[in-house]
């Protein structure tokens, strides 16, 4: 059964950083797309970055320049890097991959506030 554990999230003032993590377990890591979404108050979850399995990465007009995906395969592990936070930012982070059905993590809270 694949599982994915997110981590990192936080209090952080405007124009902070934060790095958020997502460890995937049960499936060869390799062989998956890996995707960042997250929900703000009271908004849809939508779609912030995609990394794909050779490495190429996607992302949301709205975190271009400022996010950073990136994944580490010896340590089954994906990463989010957030720079030049901004209060429109704060949301619920979660981690996504396909393997045969939608797979969540649970999620982890930016706050971005000062």
């Known amino acids: 059964q694949v599982q994915l554990v997110e981590s990192g999230g936080g209090l952080v003032q405007p124009g902070g950083s934060l790095r958020l993590s997502c460890a995937a377990s049960?499936?060869?890591?390799?062989?998956?797309?890996m995707s960042w979404y997250r929900q703000g108050p009271g908004a849809q979850r939508e779609l912030v970055a995609t990394?794909?399995?050779?490495?190429?990465?996607n992302y949301a007009d709205s975190v271009k320049g400022r996010f950073t995906i990136s994944r580490d395969g010896g340590k089954n592990t994906v990463y989010l890097d957030l720079n030049s936070l901004k209060r429109e930012d704060t949301a619920v982070y979660y981690c996504y991959t396909f393997w045969g059905k939608d797979v969540w993590g649970q999620g982890t809270q930016v706050t971005v506030s000062s």
């Open positions: 049960g499936t060869s890591f390799s062989l998956n797309a």
């Open positions: 990394i794909s399995t050779g490495g190429f990465a």
